[in-house]
């Protein structure tokens, strides 16, 4: 299970690679003013999280955890929702990734949508939540997040949203 969710992560990474090399903004400027530690984005994440009226995540978020692809936390008491972390030679993050198991999406889906949120606006605090909910909008996320392969991509304020679905997981990806 874990094989098939770090290939579709690195699938969906690829693709943002390439939407970011054919975006025409300058986004080096901009990556500089957006220095955030993994450490800082995890303890900002965990603590909206765990202030959320979530029922699930709340109570079962894990600590930050170092892993041979980067960093990750566990959101689910049975490892089936994980959050995702990139970063560079400066431990900067620099995309996170929330990574859900199908098998666990009708369970999760409420959750979900305020992880969603709250990964929104770890990756960029400016936005408020009827800016955050209009991305969520504009990348077709459905009230009930359904299992029908899809892939939308949204830019904001430099910032690439990528909500990715196929048969093993949902992913959304906020990457700088």
């Known amino acids: 299970m874990y094989k098939k969710l770090i290939l579709t992560i690195a699938s969906i ?18 990556e500089s003013e957006r220095n955030i530690s993994v450490e800082d984005f995890s303890k900002e994440f965990s603590k909206r999280i765990k202030g959320s009226n979530s029922e699930i995540f709340k109570k ?16 689910d008491a049975e490892g089936n929702s994980i959050l995702f972390m990139d970063v560079d030679k400066n431990n900067n993050v620099t995309s996170a990734k929330l990574a859900t198991a199908t098998k666990s999406i009708e369970t999760y889906n409420s959750e979900l949508h305020i992880a969603y949120n ?4 770890t990756a960029d605090p400016s936005l408020d ?3 955050t909910i209009e991305i969520k909008d504009k990348l077709k996320i ?27 997981a949902v992913i959304f990806e906020v990457k700088y």
């Open 13 to 30: 990474s690829f693709l943002s690679l390439i939407l970011t090399a054919c975006s025409s903004s300058s986004s080096k400027e901009k």
């Open 60 to 75: 079962n978020i894990g600590d930050l955890e170092k892993n041979k692809d980067g960093y990750k936390i566990v959101l």
């Open 118 to 121: 709250w990964l929104i606006q």
């Open 129 to 131: 939540l009827e800016k």
């Open 142 to 168: 459905p009230d009930m997040i359904n299992l029908d392969a899809t892939t939308n991509v949204q830019q904001y304020n430099d910032i690439t949203y990528t909500y990715y679905v196929n048969d093993d």
